[in-house]
T-cell receptor
């Protein structure tokens, strides 16, 4: 069966520091992968999606970037975090069209 | 693109009552409508979904109805229990690109009072 791993679960970072969140999927090949962000008490905002290695599409202009160096690996990064980057980040994979989420990373920028 | 509107944003019911959450979507090409439940601090979990060739689907105490003509779909929870308290999200795929990326509603916080 397919599983999705996301880490770390929580992260506290100072403003201006870099960020790297990692997501991996097991049990499937060439999955569609997604990064969502959820601000406190808010909905799920699609940040990036990827249909294959090296293929990244961005949904909103922002301070973040994404990369897919391997088929089942999706990374969310930032060179310099802003306070507004705080939130709950969720990686998801999709066999189309439903989505299955990782456990999430709660990021607090201080 | 796809625009998914969800109402209400908060809903409080007494244990045993029914709860209804409604969503509308804009992309007429959308053909799949999932509902997710997110408990506090946890990931959203798929609880029920419906495809556009079906008008209603039921799974024990939860049901989803779809009106494709009006572009709206609803989640119905009957005989609510305290453990139903969570945030519920509806979603619909946007096919503007080559694939259907799920676009989520803003969520409904359901509180079931014992």
């Amino acid at each position: 069966s397919q599983t999705i791993h996301q880490w770390p679960a929580t992260l506290v970072q100072p403003v201006g520091s870099p960020l790297s969140l990692e997501c991996t999927v097991e049990g499937t090949s060439n999955p569609n992968l997604y990064w969502y962000r959820q601000a406190a008490g808010r909905g799920l905002q699609l940040l990036f999606y990827s249909v294959g290695i090296g293929q990244i599409s961005s949904e909103v202009p922002q301070n973040l970037s994404a990369s897919r160096p391997q088929d089942r690996q999706f990374i969310l990064s930032s060179k310099k975090l802003l306070l507004s980057d705080s939130g709950f980040y969720l990686c998801a994979w999709s066999p189309g069209p439903k989505a299955f989420f990782g456990q999430g990373t709660r990021l607090t920028v201080v | 693109g796809e625009n998914v509107e969800q109402h209400p944003s908060t809903l409080s019911v007494q244990e045993g009552d029914s709860a209804v959450i409604k969503c509308t979507y804009s992309d007429s090409a959308s053909n799949y409508f999932p509902w997710y439940k997110q408990e506090l601090g946890k990931r959203p979990q798929l609880i029920i979904d419906i495809r556009s060739n079906v008008g209603e689907k039921k799974d024990q105490r939860i049901a989803v109805t779809l009106n494709k003509t009006a572009k709206h779909f609803s989640l119905h929870i009957t005989e609510t229990q305290p453990e139903d308290s969570a945030v519920y999200f509806c979603a619909a795929p946007y096919y503007g690109g080559s694939q259907g990326n799920l676009i989520f509603g803003k969520g409904t916080k359901l509180s079931v009072k014992p």
